[in-house]
């Protein structure tokens, strides 16, 4: 390239190179945007310069111009800082397998930048950009930040930034990006926060944010301000901090919005304070190291599951929502340590299948959670009204735990064959299957008033009055209802007409209250 072929900008630029002084082409009097051309860019940066001075810091650093031609530095060893700012771009600059000192974009225009395979040794910035075009940073290497803030990449339909197993030595900051077409960052590792603050990703009835087994040593924070239309996909993630959707606004109607299964989050997942789906949020099997909280969040995906939590584990969970979540809630098989939720907020279909936690840390009554474990439409499952009654248990409200047990074995019966639910209706009136062992014996106490008041006023004749012993109308009675003879008055005296069939009535009332009471019994060894 001959000297004199440059423009007044670009000789400026060619002449600053060695120093790293910064030039501003706007102040060339040549035209209101003066143009450089992109192979005078790449020949300064492949050494075409003039040698450094002893003490120079050679730098590209150029404001305000338009870039000509295709910047082509595939594969290239870069030295230098490359730093330009209101600059356009007619074409893609190709980086491609380029080893780079420190890239910084700010406030230009591109059509896109291909940088795959690329290895950043300080900062790559594209902060205040707009792109046309994908911005493709594919097993990229980034020794320090990569800086996304207040730029706007607008590739609809398809994969507007590509950055799919790209290691980034810092932090990924993406506050206020807005994002037409996808955003893949698949396999990603960070070392450092990735926040997406304000940001706004759309790519409706696709992926807005394709997250898949990302893995950050901070905070994946999406709050405040976070919005997205399609789905967002955190499976597989890994992230040692904290993630955050307090604020955000997610869209994906009548399908889901945020997919997460198998995350590893080591402390908070905070779905909670302000956020709005409208679709589903799945997390089953996802492992939160302190809290899952949906607190203050509205979750609305009528005919469908609105949160799934299957196989999830927490060590709390608040599910105290802003209003009632519309939808299914699904937290089978899930652990979900202390659970926060008050009844004004109980979503109307609540799975609870083996579901399990540690304690419920708003006192209700039995009589209320069992509206709780009502509001499942699944059949009978004995494991949650078991877990329920263990959570009283563990708090020392034994009668509250023998409601709710008593609750189970009516919900029970419901299911069982005409003449076995028969003979549950009599376990239930006689000794509530074995949890209200007071009504035997308010039972055995009316059969034996009533017994002995009527034997009295027509006491038996004795079978054989000189060997008879004296009548006593309590004990005889008492001798009925026992199903085994105690004081040898039943087989005395012989009762005719109406007390014969009272005495088989009460005889038959004792097989049953021993039968019943013995039922009660084995039930609560087993229990025990």
């Known amino acids: 390239m001959h000297l004199d072929e440059l423009s007044a900008g670009e000789r400026q630029l060619w002449n600053s190179f060695a120093q790293g002084g910064a030039v501003n082409v706007r102040d060339a009097p040549e035209s209101a945007e003066p143009a450089v051309r992109a192979e005078v860019i790449g020949a300064l940066l492949l050494g075409a310069g003039t040698d450094p001075a002893p003490g120079d810091r050679p730098a590209l650093c150029l404001t305000g111009a338009r870039i000509t031609g295709r910047l082509d530095l595939q594969f290239a060893e870069i030295p230098v800082p490359v730093v330009l700012d209101e600059c356009r771009f007619d074409e893609v600059p190709l980086l491609r397998g380029a080893r780079i000192r420190e890239l910084a974009l700010t406030g230009c225009a591109l059509p ?56 980034a030595g810092g932090d990924v900051l993406c506050t206020n990006l807005a994002v037409r077409g996808t955003f893949r960052c698949s396999g990603a590792a960070i070392s450092g926060e990735f926040d997406l603050e304000g940001a706004s990703l759309r790519n409706p009835d696709g992926h807005a944010l394709d997250a898949y087994h990302v893995q950050i040593t901070e905070d994946f924070t999406f709050h405040p301000g976070f919005s997205a239309e399609g789905q967002i996909i955190l499976s597989g993630a890994t992230v040692a901090a904290a993630i955050g959707f307090c604020g955000a606004r997610l869209n ?48 609305t995906n009528p005919g469908g599951t ?159 009055p000189e060997k008879a012993p004296p009548f006593n109308a309590v004990v005889y009675t008492l001798d009925l209802l026992v199903p085994i003879t105690a ?29 019943t009471v013995a039922a009660g019994i084995s039930r609560a060894i087993n229990r025990q």
């Open 306 to 464: 609105a949160l799934s939590l299957r196989l999830a584990q927490a060590r709390e969970t608040d599910l105290r929502t802003q209003q009632p979540i519309a939808g299914t809630v699904d937290a089978s098989n899930a652990h979900l340590g202390t659970l926060y939720d008050t009844p004004g907020t109980w979503p109307a279909d609540l799975r609870l299948a083996e579901t399990t936690y540690d304690a419920l840390a708003i006192p209700l009554s039995a009589a209320e959670r069992l509206h709780w474990l009502r509001r499942s439409t699944d059949a009978y499952l004995p494991q949650p009204y078991e877990q329920l009654a263990a959570a009283y248990r563990r708090l020392g409200h034994e009668d509250e735990a023998r409601t709710v047990l008593l609750a189970k074995q009516r919900h029970r019966r419901v299911m069982l064959p005409l003449h076995t639910r028969v003979w549950g209706y009599i376990q239930d009136a006689t000794v509530g299957y074995g949890y209200r062992p007071l009504r035997a014996a308010l039972w055995l106490t009316t059969l034996l008033a009533c017994g002995a008041l009527f034997f009295r006023a027509h006491p038996p004749a004795p079978l054989e």
């Open 112 to 167: 896109g930048l291909a940088a795959d395979t690329a290895q950043i040794d300080g900062r790559l910035v594209l902060s205040r950009c707009h792109l046309t075009g994908p911005l493709v940073l594919t097993r990229a290497q980034i020794h320090s930040d990569l800086d996304l803030r207040d730029t706007v990449i607008t590739v609809p339909g398809a994969e507007a930034i590509s950055a799919v197993r790209l290691i």
């Open 252 to 299: 994906n109607a009548g399908d889901v919005a945020l997919e997460a299964i198998d995350v590893n989050v080591a402390h908070n997942f905070d779905l909670g304070h302000g956020l709005r789906v409208d679709g589903g949020i799945k997390l089953d099997g996802s492992s939160i190291g302190t809290q899952l909280s949906f607190r203050d969040a509205t979750l």
């Open 487 to 515: 004081f040898g008055q039943d087989v005395a005296f012989a009762p005719r007409s109406t007390g014969q069939w009272l005495a088989y009535a009460l005889t038959a009332a004792g097989w049953i209250l021993a039968t």
